[in-house]
């Protein structure tokens, strides 16, 4: 299926590919949720000594993934509400050389529900992900194919790049260690064009590793394209009806590596600090837990009037940052400035410095440049006008204005029948609206109560594979 | 700035709850949203937001309608100030007045009506008829349907039918001789039309017993009798083009119109290309395709819809002048257009289904 749609915002303030490995901070604060995993069961209790590794709380709804301290030291369960503290930590500040081990990972497919089970214990499953439903794989399935992805588009969460950065060694072999889990599915490998660097570093350590069944994929660099959903729509991995597409982004290669090569739980996150108020936008290498607060302390322009935000500016979610710390699947921080000034006459402007999806701005005469932005919505609700913008941003190739019509009158049959689920939640809709309609998230809220309420119609109906013992 | 900034500040606490002027609170928002941006912020994910919001979509539409409205105030003098503010005043005083009950925002829709309707109009129509016909206008054509964004019927149309159908001697008669040389009637102010009664518009010379074809040359430029915003088609190409560069009104939408009038009076009139150059250039059919059938609210929001519409509008309005007794059938067929609009939706929509039904 050809890309449709799609629009690149372009901010002030966006990530450089440097990165700063932070100092183990005082205590951690360990968020028990995010976007799509509860850690509902603990295994620890208060007052508990933990070492670093150890399993603090699992996930039942997702085949029990672990979360992992990330440091040595003493629980507390009751300093921070859905949170893990850990206190009195014990991280060395110089972790042990780490040892020498093969430039290149043996295939190993003999002994591939043994390494399932061991990338599970350690916390590296949790990065596999079923590419239709965004939530944890199931570590005894079957995909049909997998889509490893180096890019991320959303702007200012973490890059590739900086993901990857020294570590392409790293992240070719724990391709490897993902082949030995397959059979014969190929590893669809999304990169950015071929001319990129770290492209081209990447086919350069591949090479004459005939055994990785690889396919590169060179990716229209278009937000929202990066989407592991509309990867597999795109690669027309979905069509031949209901297959199981597994997607693991490159931070999640690297920690199969670190998992299956060392032996080692991931730790850490490369994560982005970004926005037009943080003094040096740039990525940190940073304990799962890290308080936020901590993070932001001395690197921000500004205290106050700012709007702190877990993850990027399209579908990040607004966090208290006093009160979190970094999260299993927080990919970045941006930063935004709330407004406080009023502008006169801001509608009249030219606009020379606006740059919008539209062309009613003097801006639409110059080439692409980067946008201040700030929390504004700059503008005031209002009905629809039928414009058709967000029609024509939409990658899902749906109708969001129609939708929203058709919600507003309460009509949810029809807006399960212009297919409100094909929605992957990218938010370009609610950018451009020129009404400021909150249509994304009405998109999101209508996608979980269609399938709570009326299910799938049964010409939609996906058929599961069935679930056989597969493993090598 | 800083002082009106304070002044409105001040008086902000009059108009909320509690305060003397509450009912007027949606005009207070106007007013103190006109002068300074709101610091409205974005609630939910996205965090920011693109730059265009409402006003700046309908000014967009106001800034390529001033060709048009230069050339009314060129060509008829500088009476249709007073017209365009009555147009103004009246139509905003139905929209405040239903913003106070409904206790909604004002909708800036009406800055586009309020200067399209003048434009529609003949340039030597009493005020009062056009205070009349707004009025009716807004009411009926808009304000009963929800308001903005809600309408079936272009509003601007809708008053004019109405001024047609109850004064049609003013409205088939008020025409103004157009001036000339460099100035024009910039500085006249004509109010009576001189000779109204033997004097025709072109369309209506060119249907009489003995026809007469105004030269292409004076519809271009657009000393002709008319619609004090209809006439000049270079002021109105001009304006449909800024339209079509600003991406504001579909392409679709006036490619299909103008293509498919074209055809049908061509299939007409027997090919005869000058006929339908003609066709082309005078009476309603420039302003109504770029200004008018391109509103997206009273029409299709399906991107094949558009076509659709645009061609029904297109060989309607072919129709009505060169078929029926009327000589000027934009307005009919753009009314018939509305009335369609949401069938040709549907069918649309339905197709939409279809192709989205297999998609995984
Ligand atoms: S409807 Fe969904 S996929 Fe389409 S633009 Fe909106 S959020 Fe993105
Ligand atoms: S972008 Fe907003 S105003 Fe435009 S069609 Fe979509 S919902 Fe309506």
Redesign the pocket.
């Known amino acids: 299926m050809k890309p449709r749609?799609g629009y690149n915002v372009n901010p002030i303030g966006g990530p450089s590919l440097d990165i700063e490995k932070l100092a183990p901070p005082k205590m951690l604060c360990i968020p028990l949720s995010s976007k799509h995993l509860t850690f509902s069961e603990l295994s620890v209790a208060d007052g508990d000594t933990v070492t670093c590794g150890q399993t603090l709380a699992v996930d039942p709804e997702s085949f029990s993934v672990p979360l992992i301290a990330s440091c040595g030291g003493v629980v507390s369960l009751t300093k921070l509400d859905g949170h893990i503290v850990i206190e009195n930590l014990s991280c060395p500040s110089d972790p042990a050389p780490t040892p020498e081990v093969p430039l290149h990972a043996p295939y190993d497919a003999g002994h591939a529900a043994e390494n399932r089970q061991k990338l599970l214990e350690l916390g590296a499953w949790r990065f596999v992900s079923n590419a239709r439903t965004h939530k944890v794989a199931d570590p005894e399935g079957k995909p049909s194919a997998v889509i490893v992805s180096i890019v991320h588009l959303e702007p200012f969460v973490a890059h590739g790049g900086a993901i990857c950065k020294d570590k392409v060694d790293e992240l070719v072999r724990g391709m490897e260690h993902l082949q030995s889990l397959l059979e014969y599915q190929t590893i669809h490998l999304v990169m950015p064009d071929v001319k990129n660097a770290l492209a081209q570093k990447i086919q350069e350590t591949i090479r004459g590793h005939a055994w990785l069944k690889l396919s590169e994929v060179p990716l229209q660099m278009r937000y929202?394209f990066d989407n592991q959903t509309l990867l597999a729509r795109h690669l027309g991995l979905f069509d031949k009806g209901g297959e199981t597409v597994w997607y693991i982004p490159a931070a999640g290669v690297l920690a199969f590596d670190n998992a299956l090569s060392y032996g080692q739980p991931t730790t850490t996150s490369r994560i982005s600090l970004a926005g037009p108020v943080v003094k040096e936008p740039k990525h940190l290498e940073v304990k799962i837990g890290h308080p936020i607060a901590d993070i932001l302390d001395g690197r921000l322009n500004r205290d106050q009037d700012v709007r702190v935000i877990n993850g990027g500016i399209l579908t990040g979610v607004q966090i208290p940052a006093e009160q979190t710390g970094v999260g299993v699947e927080c990919s970045g921080i941006t930063v935004l400035e709330t407004p406080t000034v009023r502008e006169m006459f801001g509608w009249l402007r030219p606009g020379a410095d606006r740059r919008s999806f539209s062309k009613c701005f003097l801006s639409a005469l110059k080439g692409t440049f980067k946008e201040n932005l700030s929390t504004s919505l700059r503008g005031e609700g209002r009905p629809c006008v039928s414009c058709g913008h967000?029609v024509e941003?939409?990658?899902?190739g749906?109708m969001?204005n129609l939708?929203h019509k058709y919600l507003f009158s309460d009509e949810l049959e029809l807006a399960q029948k212009l297919r409100?689920d094909?929605?992957?939640?990218?938010?370009?809709?609610?950018y451009v609206c020129l009404s400021k309609i909150d249509?994304?998230d009405q998109?999101?809220r209508a996608k979980v109560q269609i399938a709570e309420e009326l299910g799938q119609p049964e010409d939609q109906q996906v058929t599961e594979e069935p679930e056989t013992e597969v493993l090598v | 700035m800083k002082f009106l900034a304070n002044l409105l500040d001040k008086a902000r606490p009059k108009f909320e709850d509690g305060g003397a002027f509450r009912p007027m609170k949606p005009l207070f928002d106007a007013i103190d949203a006109f002068m300074f941006n709101p610091l409205s912020q974005a609630k939910l994910a996205p965090h920011a937001r693109d730059p265009l919001d409402v006003k700046r979509y309908m000014s967009m539409v106001i800034i390529a309608l001033l060709p048009a409205t230069f050339a009314a105030f060129y060509f008829y003098g500088w009476r249709m100030l007073p017209v365009i503010m009555v147009s103004y005043m009246a139509g905003g005083a139905v929209e405040v007045l239903f913003a106070v009950i409904r206790k909604e925002e004002i909708n800036e829709g009406f800055l586009v009506t309020g200067l399209l309707f003048p434009l529609i109009l003949p340039p030597g129509l009493p005020l009062w008829m056009v205070a009349v016909g707004v009025i009716f206008g807004v009411l009926v054509g808009k304000e009963i349907f929800g308001g903005t964004g809600r309408n079936l019927f272009n509003p601007a149309l809708v008053g004019r039918c109405f001024l047609l159908l109850s004064y049609g001697g003013p409205m088939g008669g008020a025409w103004i001789e157009p001036g000339g040389g460099l100035f024009g009637r910039l500085f006249e102010y004509k109010s009576v039309a001189v000779d109204a009664v033997s004097q025709a518009t072109p369309l209506a010379q060119a249907a009489a017993e003995t026809p007469v074809i105004t030269p292409l040359g004076d519809l271009f430029f657009g000393n002709v009798l008319g619609c004090a915003g209809e006439t000049s088609a270079l002021a109105l190409i001009l304006g449909g083009v800024l339209l079509l560069l600003f991406r504001v009104a579909s392409w679709r939408t006036i490619g299909s119109t103008l293509i498919a009038f074209g055809l049908m009076t061509a299939l007409l009139v027997g090919g005869d290309i000058n006929t339908v150059l003609f066709h082309y250039l005078a009476g309603g059919l420039l302003l109504g395709t770029f200004f008018m059938a391109t509103d997206p609210v009273s029409g299709p929001s399906t991107n094949g819809g558009k076509f659709v519409y645009g061609a029904l509008i297109g060989v309607a309005t072919a129709l009505i002048r060169l078929k029926t007794p009327l000589v000027e059938g934009m307005m009919f067929a753009i009314l018939t257009g509305n009335m369609f609009a949401p069938i040709i939706d549907e069918v649309f929509i339905a197709l939409h289904v279809r192709r989205l039904q297999n998609e995984k």
């Open positions: 749609g929202p967000c941003v939409c990658p899902a749906i969001p939708i409100t094909l929605c992957v939640e990218c938010g370009l809709c609610s249509l994304y998109m999101a």
